[in-house]
């Protein structure tokens, strides 16, 4: 192969001296073939070889690699054929004998030719975004773990939205999407999925799903259109596919260490902004920028954000507990045996009787947990105030400080009975709240008189409802007439009974006139 000047020298014989292609050939030894070529092409020779170079070590297995890469094509994406895993396959049950290297090599070369190509989409602004789940690690008050992440990019600007969540449950789906459409102030038009359970019951024909109801009362909430992608077609999710690559690249590296989901997407977000700045690929502008343009195009968001939850019938038991998800949670005790509603969102649990809401819990994502509150089981304790010191609730609630000075405080003072006097305590939180009765507990402690009358004292003494002095209250506006007391002494001589002298002088006197009669 002649290299670059020597086809400069052919072709300035040939084209400014004039020589013909034989003349050359003779000149510069130089097949005239080759001459021709120099003469049509002055760019840089390339080598490319007429006949593929034997591959002894890899020759008897290429036949092999290409099914098993073809048959990927029809396999989820998560679980095809990775070149360590042909290679692994290739030693044990073909009895391949080569280094790992030469098959990551030959695999990187015939993946490029299984390769289909793609045609560049252009998106109007407002008209379309893609969500999707990925995983990524995060180190957790200590402990790593697994987190989903929801994925929403809007696809004109492509403005991401990134949230982490300890599930990929429905309520975590809506959830997700509904935090993505309050962060881009508005709502796409369409929304392209992945044929994802939270969403779609049964894949049918063609463009057709069976869709899960709850989803569609969502999409009904919000008035966006839904697209499902086709099956086993990654490609038509390229912008979403992308930004889950992303995100774990630069969100997730260095691994973070949080403390809670909610530090966990305080930081994400911060992330997010950052990322306003970046340039939007193919565009003059950067991703804020084209999002202002877009967020004007973007559907209103409803006055009232949609419910993101699941809702299942549940019973009482005996304990004053509904299960739910392998765990159960405490309900009041008045309301044990009861038909409930329970409502499962990302983070609480809500059980309700009817409209009313009657518990609400942290949501215990671990299985055999009780959840439980020392308030719902108060009227039964002050039954039975012996068991304080044994019920679960108890030993499990991590008792804030101002509480357990007041509970010694009144085992010391009332011996035996300070437990009791302690619930009596308690339940005052159930009618006038707990902050109130917390601040008359810390009063009491202050002036070092601590009864349950006392705080029940300081409880009322700032109740609007008791307090004549607080304005609003019903008390204070009633007027008290007081009674004129002067009265009393016009009604005495008809009242008080006449001396003994006056009944005599009286009485003379009416002797005397009947006897000068």
Same mark, same amino acid.
């Given at each position: 192969?002649?290299?670059?000047?020597?086809?400069?020298?052919?072709?300035?014989?040939?084209?400014?001296?004039?020589?013909?292609?034989?003349?050359?050939?003779?000149?510069?030894?130089?097949?005239?073939?080759?001459?021709?070529?120099?003469?049509?092409?002055?760019?840089?020779?390339?080598?490319?070889?007429?006949?593929?170079?034997?591959?002894?070590?890899?020759?008897?297995? #290429?036949?092999?690699?290409?099914?098993?890469?073809?048959?990927?094509?029809?396999?989820?994406?998560?679980?095809?054929?990775?070149?360590?895993?042909?290679?692994?396959?290739?030693?044990?049950?073909?009895?391949?004998?080569?280094?790992?290297?030469?098959?990551?090599?030959?695999?990187?070369?015939?993946?490029?030719?299984?390769?289909?190509?793609?045609?560049?989409?252009?998106?109007?602004?407002?008209?379309?975004?893609?969500?999707?789940?990925?995983?990524?690690?995060?180190?957790? =008050?200590?402990?790593?773990?697994?987190?989903?992440?929801?994925?929403?990019?809007?696809?004109?600007?492509?403005?991401?939205?990134?949230?982490?969540?300890?599930?990929?449950?429905?309520?975590?789906?809506?959830?997700?999407?509904?935090?993505?459409?309050?962060?881009?102030?508005?709502?796409?038009?369409?929304?392209?999925?992945?044929?994802?359970?939270?969403?779609?019951?049964? %894949?049918?024909?063609?463009?057709?799903?069976?869709?899960?109801?709850?989803?569609?009362?969502?999409?009904?909430?919000?008035?966006?259109?839904?697209?499902?992608?086709? /099956?086993?077609?990654?490609?038509?999710?390229?912008?979403?596919?992308?930004?889950?690559?992303?995100?774990?690249?630069?969100?997730?590296?260095?691994?973070?260490?949080?403390?809670?989901?909610?530090?966990?997407?305080?930081?994400? =977000?911060?992330?997010?902004?950052?990322?306003?700045?970046?340039?939007?690929?193919?565009?003059?502008?950067?991703?804020?920028?084209?999002?202002?343009?877009?967020?004007?195009? =973007?559907?209103?968001?409803?006055?009232?954000?949609?419910?993101?939850?699941?809702?299942?019938?549940?019973?009482?038991?005996?304990?004053?507990?509904?299960?739910?998800?392998?765990?159960? *949670?405490?309900? /009041?005790?008045? *309301?044990?045996?009861?038909?409930?509603?329970?409502?499962?969102? %990302?983070?609480?649990?809500?059980?309700?009787?009817?409209?009313?809401?009657?518990?609400?819990?942290?949501?215990?994502?671990?299985?055999?947990?009780?959840?439980?509150?020392?308030?719902?089981?108060?009227?039964?304790?002050?039954?039975?105030?012996?068991?304080? /010191?044994?019920?679960?609730?108890?030993?499990?609630?991590?008792?804030?400080?101002? *509480?357990?000075?007041? *509970?010694?405080?009144?085992?010391?003072?009332?011996?035996?009975?300070?437990?009791?006097?302690?619930? #009596?305590?308690?339940?005052?939180?159930?009618?006038?709240?707990?902050?109130? %009765?917390?601040?008359?507990?810390? #009063?009491?402690?202050?002036?070092?008189?601590?009864?349950?009358?006392?705080?029940?004292?300081?409880?009322?003494?700032?109740?609007?409802?008791?307090?004549?002095?607080?304005?609003?209250?019903? =008390?204070?506006?009633?007027?008290?007439?007081?009674?004129?007391?002067?009265?009393?002494?016009?009604?005495?001589?008809?009242?008080?009974?006449?001396?003994?002298?006056? %009944?005599?002088?009286?009485?003379?006197?009416?002797?005397?006139?009947?006897?000068?009669?």
């Amino acid at each position: 192969m002649i290299q670059v000047d020597q086809k400069e020298n052919i072709r300035r014989l040939y084209f400014i001296k004039r020589h013909s292609i034989r003349q050359i050939a003779e000149e510069l030894h130089h097949s005239r073939k080759t001459v021709r070529k120099a003469i049509v092409d002055a760019s840089i020779p390339q080598y490319h070889l007429a006949v593929a170079k034997p591959s002894p070590v890899m020759g008897p297995y #290429q036949e092999t690699i290409r099914s098993w890469l073809e048959a990927d094509k029809n396999q989820p994406a998560k679980q095809r054929h990775t070149a360590h895993r042909i290679y692994e396959r290739l030693t044990s049950e073909h009895g391949f004998t080569g280094a790992e290297r030469t098959v990551r090599e030959h695999v990187a070369k015939l993946k490029r030719t299984l390769e289909e190509l793609s045609i560049p989409l252009g998106f109007d602004p407002g008209a379309d975004a893609q969500c999707d789940w990925g995983e990524a690690q995060v180190c957790m =008050l200590g402990k790593v773990q697994s987190v989903q992440a929801f994925c929403m990019k809007l696809s004109y600007s492509g403005k991401p939205f990134v949230m982490a969540f300890p599930t990929q449950r429905q309520e975590a789906f809506f959830e997700g999407q509904r935090r993505a459409f309050e962060w881009y102030e508005g709502v796409p038009m369409r929304i392209s999925y992945d044929n994802l359970t939270t969403a779609v019951r049964r %894949v049918l024909q063609g463009r057709n799903r069976d869709e899960q109801n709850t989803f569609i009362a969502f999409r009904s909430h919000y008035l966006f259109e839904s697209h499902f992608a086709t /099956p086993k077609q990654p490609r038509e999710q390229g912008r979403v596919e992308s930004l889950v690559g992303y995100m774990r690249r630069n969100y997730f590296v260095p691994v973070p260490e949080v403390a809670s989901f909610e530090e966990l997407n305080r930081m994400l =977000l911060i992330r997010l902004q950052e990322d306003d700045k970046r340039q939007v690929s193919g565009k003059a502008m950067t991703i804020g920028e084209a999002w202002q343009e877009e967020k004007s195009r =973007l559907l209103p968001l409803p006055r009232f954000p949609h419910r993101c939850c699941i809702s299942r019938p549940v019973r009482a038991n005996n304990l004053s507990m509904v299960s739910f998800d392998g765990n159960r *949670y405490s309900v /009041p005790a008045e *309301y044990g045996f009861s038909r409930l509603t329970l409502h499962a969102y %990302v983070w609480r649990i809500e059980v309700a009787c009817g409209d009313r809401v009657i518990a609400i819990h942290e949501r215990c994502y671990d299985k055999g947990r009780e959840v439980t509150d020392v308030d719902h089981y108060l009227p039964l304790l002050i039954q039975r105030p012996g068991a304080f /010191p044994y019920a679960r609730p108890v030993r499990k609630w991590k008792m804030p400080p101002v *509480y357990r000075e007041i *509970y010694e405080a009144l085992c010391r003072k009332h011996d035996g009975y300070g437990v009791r006097e302690f619930l #009596q305590v308690l339940a005052l939180g159930r009618v006038y709240g707990k902050e109130a %009765v917390e601040q008359a507990m810390s #009063q009491a402690l202050a002036e070092n008189f601590v009864s349950s009358d006392r705080i029940r004292q300081l409880v009322l003494s700032t109740d609007p409802r008791v307090n004549q002095d607080a304005p609003g209250s019903y =008390l204070g506006q009633v007027k008290v007439v007081l009674p004129d007391l002067g009265q009393f002494d016009r009604l005495r001589p008809a009242l008080v009974p006449p001396s003994h002298h006056e %009944v005599s002088k009286v009485g003379g006197a009416t002797a005397a006139a009947a006897g000068g009669e």
